[in-house]
């Protein structure tokens, strides 16, 4: 066996104990849950963005809340904004990739609505524009990023902050984090016993 293997996952295991003895993130994740709920109980959607690998881990994000988590249920209106590729590479390409998300959002946002970008430093030029054009249109944020927020920490509306600088170990701790959000409002959403 590799030496390296029990040393990455002890890596890993320590910023999930970190976020285990901070309350502070642990309330801002509680009131995810509670933002989330008010969207969804008024009708209104969740969208996701994000670039590479927090770009896969926004879209799993998404299908937890419009497939289905544990329960057998109807599906929760969530998106992961990258999906449509075409979209995408126009946008890109005719002007600028740093608004592939805050164009989309002009178009489609919704007050009431809410839109969660994930950002291992927190310094995605285009996610950072997505909130700007969010809060334009009376949309919620919540940014998952690493230990300093970045950018996203000053436009934010709650802010899960992992406190690591490690991409890797991030991105562990946003889907940990993202399934204990979809875990929670989907039971609390259904009521389940």
Do not use: W
Not at 18 to 47: H, W, Y
Not at 100 to 123: E, Q, W
Not at 175 to 186: A, D, K
């Amino acid at each position: 066996m590799h030496k390296a293997i029990p040393e990455l996952i002890k890596a890993s295991i320590e910023v999930k104990q970190l976020i285990l003895a901070d309350p502070d993130i642990q309330l801002r994740l509680s009131g995810a849950v509670e933002m989330l709920l008010t969207c969804f109980r008024n009708g209104n959607k969740v969208l996701f963005c994000g670039n590479g690998g927090s770009a896969a881990d926004a879209q799993h994000l998404a299908a937890e809340f419009s497939g289905r988590f544990y329960i057998d249920r109807e599906a929760l209106p969530a998106e992961a904004l990258h999906v449509n590729t075409s979209y995408i590479t126009a946008v890109a390409n005719d002007y600028a990739y740093d608004v592939i998300y805050s164009r989309i959002i002009s178009g489609i946002g919704k007050p009431g609505d809410v839109l969660i970008g994930l950002s291992t430093s927190g310094n995605s030029a285009n996610i950072v524009k997505a909130f700007d054009a969010a809060h334009e249109k009376g949309m919620q944020t919540i940014g998952f990023t690493g230990s300093t927020g970045g950018k996203m920490k000053s436009n934010s509306d709650i802010l899960i902050n992992v406190p690591s600088t490690d991409t890797p170990r991030i991105q562990e701790s946003h889907i940990l984090l993202g399934h204990i959000l979809c875990q929670l409002v989907e039971e609390i959403y259904f009521k389940k016993s």
